[in-house]
């Protein structure tokens, strides 16, 4: 299985990267990890004015990116880590890889963390990771762990009104209380978090990881022209406004 850690904190980068991956003619198994700058990245199918308070996130130079896979909406920072695996179609199973993220996490000490029906991590009483699919010729599993994000900066960003209108049917975000792996376990970090989804997955897999550059990829026009997607307003915020 491929591994590729992005450098670049660009929203619109990151989840180019991501559909890329998936679309490729030549399906290659692959984990891909990366942070995002401040940014609200919603789910296809939904309103972004239902989901964020667009006027506050523009103030705050907080990002909105429509992602291609479904789910609700999750905020993003250098505090948050993700994760995407994309893989062959006919593999199609979303408890084996948000299973990898579970064990990284109990690994480093949240014992009592567990996935809920939803392909969500919880501890206690609150969401420490989400996780989102999209599934074509290949299958995308992606999921973001909370481990040191600002949760202030979440609960604002994600202050969406509930009344706004909607040029289509739109799927909204369900609300449930969250919280940081790092308030749970202090020795937890986000080097601690990438490392151990990386042992689980060449454990759990039991597969060879080849680290690839992506910045190969970056050059290529298929991805320029992705890239360019995610920066437009066309496809973040008028698809269901």
């Known amino acids: ?3 590729l850690r992005s450098t670049s904190h660009s929203p619109a980068y990151n989840s180019a990267l991501e559909e890329f991956l998936y679309r490729r003619s030549t399906i290659e198994p692959s984990l891909l990890l990366y942070r995002n700058s401040s940014s609200v990245l919603i ?3 939904q309103n972004v004015r239902r989901e964020a308070d667009v006027e506050w996130c523009e103030k705050h130079d907080v990002s909105i990116v429509r992602r291609i896979s479904g789910g609700g909406a999750v905020y993003h920072d250098l505090g948050n880590l ?17 299973g990898i993220a579970l064990e ?20 206690g009483e609150g969401k420490v990771s989400g996780s ?6 290949s299958a995308l599993v992606h999921g973001c762990i909370l481990v040191e994000t600002d949760l202030e900066m979440l609960s604002s960003a994600l202050n969406g009104d509930p009344t706004a209108e909607s040029a289509g049917a739109a799927i909204d975000s369900v609300r449930v209380p ?11 970090g986000i080097d601690s978090v990438q490392n151990a989804i990386i042992y689980q997955t060449a454990s759990q897999l039991g597969c060879e990881l080849v680290s690839i550059d992506c910045e190969a990829f970056a050059e290529t026009e298929e991805f320029k022209v992705l ?11 008028e698809k269901h406004c």
């Not at 993700?82 to 948000?98: C, H, I, L, M, Q």
């Not at 989102?132 to 010729?137: E, S, V, Y």
Request: proline fraction near 1%.
């Open 1 to 3: 299985m491929q591994i």
């Open 43 to 45: 789910g296809r199918n």
């Open 82 to 98: 993700n994760y995407a695996f994309v893989v062959e179609r006919s593999g199609y199973t979303p408890d084996k890889y948000v």
């Open 104 to 123: 990284a996490l109990r690994s480093l000490g949240l014992k009592n963390a567990r996935v809920n029906e939803h392909h969500s991590i919880w501890c």
């Open 132 to 137: 989102a699919f999209a599934l074509g010729k």
């Open 178 to 188: 969250v919280v940081n792996a790092s308030s749970l376990v202090a020795s937890i």
């Open 227 to 237: 890239k360019n997607k995610y920066s437009s307003r066309a496809w973040n915020m």
